[in-house]
Structures are given as structure tokens and as C-alpha cells.
């Protein structure tokens, strides 16, 4: 049984059919980065792995948990895969530290002390042990990303699902934040990636998930996806993108 | 004829404004809870709860407070229940300013970025828990401007209840009034004293809305 399964998962947006049937499977450990054109359906499909959007068709599964739309099996599922955004969405009343223990303390009811301790940990995995007490609009972009990393991490998920992560940063910053999720696929994490940065993708990632409206289009191991792509269409993005 | 002093009718009238004081109080934090629980109520994501609170929020901004008030003294008249003047007074005044707090809070909850709501449910957080701890936090800041605001609508809208006979500032005015014949004093009396409950709170809304403008800082 692999760890994340997608089955035939569909997505409407009212006429809109935005994922017509997508198949994935997803072992332990994989590195997954997801390719694709604008409005391809890249981040939808992120959204409704953990239930950020409910699924019009299909079924996903992450490590035996049905994705269902209560509560209390959006929250099963949602302890088991924590998720990053573009936009940081740190919590702008809360200092970095806080980010990071309030979910332990309210969701798993962690007493306060070891939810610090933990948060002190994860702060420190992500190089920002010293940035305890600063309030989010203290810290760069690249750090406000990596806090939000140490937040997700803190919940202790098996997989993570990262949305252009690096997107809304400046290009300076951008490696800092890469540096952080390359050591964690290293160690092992689950992780399924949609991104833009294709030299990262082909360094990092044990397959590459090309996406073209609303479909898998291509998949692959990178060596396979980048140097010898099968489509026209995937040929054309990579084209357009400088990376063929 | 008994001669009233200045000093007689300022102290009648002042002995009076205890109870608008008292009203206006009531008044505020009956309808900030109630409004509290019918915030809940409005952005629930259950559609017919959301409606029911929305309508019961047209209805009491869409009918004059003179006419709740009327209908809350002689309405439950009907029923044989009597109502003295200062329940039914306070009864209006709180359903009335809950249905305007809550409008205020739902457009400061709803002012809350999207991606607020999307980071604290990817962590697990169930509706209440992200209210509670991610959303009211940052929300309230922005109410406070015009929370404190609206609380001079709440003071004014007690003099309205002097047509119902509750004894307050406006009705004592007009009871030293037929005593003294006075009016123009009287009256001027009135008026200062509700400017000087109702100029501060104002005032200190118009900075609190500025400072918290002038603060980038979120916490
Ligand atoms: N909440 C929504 N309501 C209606 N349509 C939506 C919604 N979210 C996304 N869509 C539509 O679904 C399609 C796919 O959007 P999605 O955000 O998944 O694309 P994407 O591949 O992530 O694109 P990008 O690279 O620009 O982020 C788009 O056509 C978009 O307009
Ligand atoms: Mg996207």
C-alpha cells in the first residue's frame, strides 16, 4: 500500500472541470515535484489532498486515512500531512515560537512546555533557533517561509505539501528556503511539490509529475521527464521555460 | 411658586443620567454578547443558519429602534404580559445593538486573509479553535475603532426611550422643563451632558482608529 493514494479524483469548480481524473500513487520518502502551465490544476490538486477543497469524484487516502468531509476525519487526515504555501500565512499576533506551538497546544493538546521545547527544535532544524520571540513581520521572507516549515514539522506529519513555496520570495532568498526542504528529503520526509525551480526538481526529486489541464500528463523520473520528454505539450512547457 | 435654582435643575438632571449611564451599559454588553453568538451564527458555513442570523440583522437595521421599542413595550402588552418601561427599554436596546455589532465584527472577521483560515485548518485546527485562537485575535484589534463608535449610537439611542416613559436624561429634561419653564436652559443642560458622554468615546475612537493605522505592526 503506498502512502498517499489518488484515485480517479476529480474537481469541478461549477462547470469548471479542474482535475478530470487524476491518478497518483505516492511511497515513502518520494520526493514528488509537480510541473505543469498555469491553471493546470497544480494547486488544486494540493488543496484537495488535504481536504482544502472536497473532491467531486474519487478518492484520496493518505497512510490508510480516507479522505471525508467531517471534521473529525479532515483532522486525522490533516495531522498526517502538513502543508505550505506561497504566501507564508504565518499568524501575524504570534511570534515565530508561538506560531509554531500553537497548534501542538490547541489540536494535540501538548502541555505548553514541551510544545516550547519542540517548537525551540524545529525553529533550530530550520536555522532559526535565534528568531524565537520575533514577530512575523520582523523576519525576511525566506525566514517567515522557513517558520512556516518549523510549523508544519511541529505537527510531526508524514508528508508535506508545498505550493510554490519559494514564489513569492526574492531570488536571494530563494536557496535558503530550497536548502531547508532538500534536508528534508533527505532524512526521508514525503514530500509533494508543485515549483517552478526545474534545477531543483531534477537535483532532488525521485519523480517528476508533469500536469497539463487538469490531467498526469507525463510522469517520471527526472532523468526521464526533463531530457527525453514523451508530449508535444511537455516538450513545449519545458521549452518555454529555458530547461529542455 | 417654588423657585428652582441652576444648581436644582443640573442636579435632577445628573441624578437622571445614572440611568441612561446604567441603560447605555446594559445595553452595550447585553448586545455585545448576543451579537458575539449571533457573529458565530452569520459566518457559519450551515447556509440556513447564516441566513437566519442575516435576516434577523435586516430586520432590526431595517426598522426604526422607535418602533422595537413600541413594539417591545405594547407588543408583549398584548400577550397580558406587563412590561415595565425599563425591560422593554433595555430589551429593544440589546436586540437592536447586537444586530449592529454584529455587522461591524462580521466585516472585521471577513477582513481576516483567506490564507489565515487555510494555514490554521492544514494544522488541524477544527471552526471554533480557529476563531478562538487565529482569527478573534487579529479581528478584534480592527473592531475596537468602530466598537467604540457604535457604543455612542448605543447612548444616544436611549434618549428614545423616554416615549415609552422610562425616566432617563431626555425624560427628566422634559419633566424639569414643565416644573421650571425653563426650557432652553434645561434642554442646554441635556444636550451638555450627553456631549460629555459621548464626545470622549468618539474622540477616542477617531485615535484608536489612527493609531492602529499608523501601527504596521500586527501585535
Ligand atoms: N476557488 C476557485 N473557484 C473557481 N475556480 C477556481 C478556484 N480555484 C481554482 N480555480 C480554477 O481552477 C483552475 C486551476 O487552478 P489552479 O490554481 O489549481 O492552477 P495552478 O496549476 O496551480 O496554476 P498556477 O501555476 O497559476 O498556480 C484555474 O482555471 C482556476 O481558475
Ligand atoms: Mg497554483
Known amino acids: ?244 | 411658586m417654588i423657585e428652582f435654582t441652576t444648581w436644582d435643575i443640573l442636579r435632577n438632571l445628573l441624578l437622571a443620567a445614572r440611568w441612561t449611564v446604567l441603560l447605555s451599559l446594559v445595553s452595550f454588553i447585553g448586545g455585545g454578547l448576543l451579537g458575539l453568538a449571533l457573529l458565530f451564527g452569520r459566518i457559519s458555513p450551515r447556509r440556513w443558519l447564516s441566513k437566519a442570523t442575516g435576516s434577523y440583522i435586516e430586520l432590526f437595521q431595517g426598522t426604526p429602534l422607535l418602533m422595537q421599542m413600541f413594539l417591545a413595550f405594547f407588543g408583549l402588552g398584548l400577550f397580558g404580559v406587563d412590561v415595565p418601561a425599563r425591560l422593554a427599554a433595555g430589551l429593544a436596546l440589546i436586540l437592536w445593538s447586537a444586530a449592529f455589532l454584529t455587522e461591524i465584527w462580521r466585516g472585521c472577521v471577513e477582513s481576516i486573509a483567506r490564507g489565515q483560515w487555510e494555514a490554521s485548518a492544514s494544522l488541524g485546527m477544527g471552526r471554533l479553535q480557529q476563531m478562538r485562537y487565529v482569527i478573534l485575535p487579529q479581528a478584534l484589534k480592527i473592531a475596537i475603532p468602530p466598537t467604540v463608535g457604535f457604543s455612542v449610537q448605543v447612548i444616544k439611542g436611549t434618549a428614545l426611550t423616554s416615549i415609552i416613559g422610562f425616566v432617563e436624561l431626555s425624560k427628566a429634561g422634559t419633566v424639569v422643563t414643565n416644573a421650571t419653564f425653563q426650557p432652553f436652559t434645561v434642554y442646554g443642560f441635556v444636550a451638555l451632558i450627553y456631549f460629555a458622554l459621548c464626545w470622549p468615546l468618539s474622540k477616542s475612537s477617531q485615535i484608536l482608529e489612527r493609531k492602529l493605522n499608523v501601527a504596521h505592526r500586527n501585535h
Open chain 1, 1 to 244: 500500500m503506498s502512502l498517499i493514494e489518488i484515485t480517479e479524483v476529480r474537481k469541478s469548480f461549477g462547470a469548471n472541470e479542474v482535475l478530470k481524473g487524476i491518478n497518483l500513487d505516492v511511497e515513502p520518502g518520494e520526493v514528488i515535484a509537480i510541473i505543469g502551465k498555469s491553471g493546470s490544476g497544480k494547486s488544486t490538486l494540493l488543496r484537495c489532498i488535504n481536504g482544502l477543497e472536497t473532491i467531486s469524484g474519487g478518492s484520496i487516502s493518505v497512510a490508510g486515512a480516507q479522505l471525508a468531509e467531517d471534521e473529525v476525519h479532515l483532522k486525522a487526515l490533516r495531522l498526517k500531512v502538513g502543508m505550505i504555501f506561497q504566501q507564508f500565512n504565518l499568524f501575524p499576533h504570534l511570534t515565530a515560537g508561538g506560531n509554531v506551538m500553537l497548534s501542538q497546544m490547541v489540536v494535540k493538546k501538548v502541555p505548553k512546555a514541551q510544545a516550547e521545547a519542540m517548537a525551540r527544535r524545529m525553529l533550530e532544524r530550520v536555522g532559526l533557533a535565534h528568531k524565537f520571540d520575533a514577530y512575523p513581520d520582523e523576519l525576511s521572507g525566506g525566514q517567515q517561509q522557513r517558520v512556516a516549515i518549523a510549523r508544519a514539522l511541529a505537527m510531526q506529519p508524514i508528508a508535506l505539501l508545498c505550493d510554490e513555496i519559494t514564489s513569492a520570495l526574492d531570488p536571494e532568498l530563494v536557496s535558503e528556503v530550497l536548502a531547508v526542504v532538500r534536508e528534508l528529503a533527505a532524512e526521508g520526509m514525503t514530500l509533494l511539490m508543485v515549483t517552478h525551480e526545474m534545477k531543483f526538481a531534477r537535483d532532488v526529486c525521485s519523480r517528476v509529475v508533469f500536469m497539463h489541464q487538469g490531467r498526469v500528463h507525463e510522469i517520471g523520473p527526472p532523468e526521464d521527464v526533463f531530457a527525453n520528454p514523451q508530449t508535444p505539450e511537455l516538450r513545449q512547457f519545458l521549452g518555454m521555460t529555458g530547461h529542455a
